[in-house]
């Protein structure tokens, strides 16, 4: 089987299909796959096969935390041992270069649609900094400093912050005069706003000064963008009660 077969069959996520990845991981078959998710743009038609890359590789660490049913269990529920060893899997999936794919995959696609690379992409992100790895935190904190100089990957949460605070003000609108269940649309978007904050608050863990200035200000970047400022802003769209004027004054970044 070729790799990206042999990937696909994994991501129906039985236990007995893991050792096709513990196989790929160590011949490093793994490096042209993920070379291939960070290639794939907004203007590729089909992006299933990397969707399934990625999907893999997130639940390669997800097993680390996870019971013997397969029901996954919080960080702060593992033992000494069990976090030690779901530390090492993030630690390696840097090291293969899944930290670089992952990012590239949410820098290079629009945010705001739905199941697209960048989704997935965030949702591996948000595996591998889970309980503030300092090692994939680093990673990050690299790529966004040295590499990402048009700030795309820290625009496109902007960007999602701005789309959730459309999202807070249209559900504000229609319950002015009362009580109005949320439509699928609107739920998608307070999830991704939680999602956005838990990425960040992932990558803030244990005090890493060094994400929280890059989030507030990028020195010598093309553009600026303060991920800090609009967090607190879009967190004030959840608590006032009022409406905002105009159908939405969140800041946007520059284009």
Known sequence: LSLSLSLSVC????????????????????RPVLRRVRQVHNFDADESHCLRVLRVLRFYVLRSRSDESGESRDFDGLREGERKRYAEKQ???????????????????????????????L??????????????QDAVFEYCDQYDRDNKFLNHLHLRMAASASAIDLRKERTLNGFVPMTAEQREEYQNAAQTFMVM??????????TQNIFRDQEGHSSHVNLVRA???????????????GPCSFPYPPS
């Open 11 to 30: 991501c129906v996520f039985k236990p007995r299909f893991f050792w096709l990845f513990a196989a790929a991981k160590k011949s490093l078959l793994l």
């Open 201 to 210: 608050q992932s990558l803030c863990e244990g005090h890493n000064e060094a």
């Open 123 to 136: 949702e591996l992100l948000l595996e591998m900094t889970n309980g503030g790895n300092r090692v994939v």
């Open 231 to 245: 967090g607190c802003l879009l967190k004030s769209w959840f608590i006032q009660p009022v409406l905002h004027p």
């Open 91 to 121: 630690a390696t999936l840097v090291a293969r270069g899944a930290a670089t794919a992952a990012l590239t995959a949410v820098a290079t696609h629009v945010a705001n649609v739905e199941g697209n690379l960048a989704d997935e992409a």
